[in-house]
């Protein structure tokens, strides 16, 4: 399922549009807002994937426009930092009216600023990441120091940031001038992830040492080495995604408590793969993890393969049914180790069979540690042969399509 395109009225009274990545069995644990970095939008692939990786670990992620920016409307030059402070806080208000207020602020670059501001004016805010953020937001400025002297003297001017022209007004410099996230940062009751490169090109490391001095205790700081600012390789966005997410469970109301409700009971999973690659979500009860391809078959490799995880099933039964038999006759197995190797071979001697027919085969090999005799490791060989996917592979399994609306 793609996520729903939403709307909602922001900090100066115009329609912000937003998404809201929601994890496969819709029934997110927390809630969390991304704030995208200064004249970007919601659709930048790093804004993206992070939320996406959020959304596989069960958060809930909206990710918006700001007024003026992407697919909102307004006008960028009557707006400032305040403003996107502002609009921060009507996405909260939206989702704690339509969902469950938000317990996680994500920020990038001048975003990771306003979300540092916005979380003392937010209840129920846990958590906030910040990534490749400014320790103030005046630090802006320097994007258009060559506009600035027609700005202070004709008000406005319009200015190069990025590549694209923007109209930056004298109360844009005035408003960024008086804002201390300093102060802010001081007075931040939430946990903070500081997440920055070492070789950050626009904002400079040094910002995020001056954030982590002025924070309080519980504070973590996470280098992403190599990257740049934008995180235009997918790999550092997805690896952002993957230890945000991992870090935020331990902060989130409820964390202690299952995350979220089985989709359809035992034996259900969901799977979704989307446009631009191989990788997929899988959903199994309230358990998350993916799948992929290698690189060599068009793949990122950021997975494990179907066949692996079919290997992976056949192998974890046939482990735990050995472990539950030795169990039951008291029996001193320490550890039972499978290893398994998928491949096809030739029907050599099926006269029935259509011509270059093969057939799957599985080899799998068994370690069992611990001071067992030999007739009891014979049985446990046995034992392994009636693992219940072991023996619905044999048997073979009726599978039946529908499509659903």
């Known amino acids: 399922m793609s996520a729903p395109r939403i709307e909602f009225s922001g900090g100066t009274g115009e329609t912000l549009a937003a998404r809201l990545e929601l994890p496969l069995d819709q029934e997110p644990r927390a809630f969390a807002i991304f704030a995208h970095c200064f004249t970007c939008s919601k659709n930048l ?82 958590a906030v990441a ?56 001081g007075r ?11 070789v950050d090109e626009i904002v400079d490391i040094s910002n995020a040492e001056r954030i982590y001095r002025a924070a309080r205790h519980p504070k973590s700081f996470l280098s992403l080495d190599r990257a740049n600012h934008l995180l235009t390789d997918s ?3 997805q690896y952002v995604g993957l230890v945000l997410a991992a870090w935020a469970d331990r902060y989130l109301a409820g964390r202690d408590d299952a995350p979220a409700l089985p989709i359809a009971g035992e034996g259900s999973v969901v799977t979704r793969t989307a ?21 060599r078959v068009g793949g990122t490799d950021r ?3 179907p066949y692996d995880l079919l290997l992976a099933g056949l192998g974890a039964c046939t482990s735990m049914t050995l472990r539950m038999y030795a ?5 001193p197995l320490e550890a039972a180790q499978v290893r398994l190797e998928h491949s096809r071979e030739h029907l050599a001697d099926c006269a029935e069979c ?52």
């Open 303 to 305: 997975g494990p393969t």
């Open 327 to 331: 169990d039951r006759k008291g029996w």
């Open 235 to 237: 790999s550092d966005s």
């Open 188 to 198: 931040l009751s939430a946990s903070l992830l500081i997440c920055h490169s070492p």
């Open 45 to 126: 692939n790093a804004v993206v994937h992070i939320s996406r990786a959020l959304a596989a670990q069960g958060i809930g992620v909206l990710r918006f426009d700001f007024t003026g920016l992407g697919e909102s409307s307004g006008e960028f030059a009557d707006t400032n930092f305040s403003s996107n402070v502002a609009d921060l806080v009507a996405a909260a208000d939206y989702l704690e009216a339509e969902h469950s207020a938000p317990e996680l602020l994500v920020g990038h670059s001048l975003g990771g600023a306003a979300v540092l501001a916005a979380a003392a004016r937010l209840d129920g805010v846990r």
């Open 275 to 295: 446009s631009g690659g191989f990788q997929t979500e899988i959903r199994a009860g309230r358990h998350s993890l993916r799948a992929d391809e290698p690189i």
């Open 130 to 185: 910040t990534i490749g953020a400014p320790s103030e937001p005046a630090h802006v400025e320097r994007l258009f120091r060559a506009g600035r002297t027609e700005i202070e003297t004709t008000g406005e001017a319009e200015v190069d940031i990025g590549g694209r022209s923007f109209r930056i007004k004298k109360q844009f410099l005035d408003d960024i001038s008086e804002a201390c996230s300093e102060e802010a940062i």
């Open 354 to 405: 259509e011509k270059g027919a093969q057939i799957d085969v599985i080899q799998r090999s068994l370690s069992l540690e611990g001071p067992l005799d030999d007739a009891q490791r014979r049985r446990l060989i046995e034992i392994a042969e009636r693992c219940p996917v072991h023996r619905t592979l044999e048997r073979g399994a009726r599978i039946s399509t529908t499509l659903e609306a």
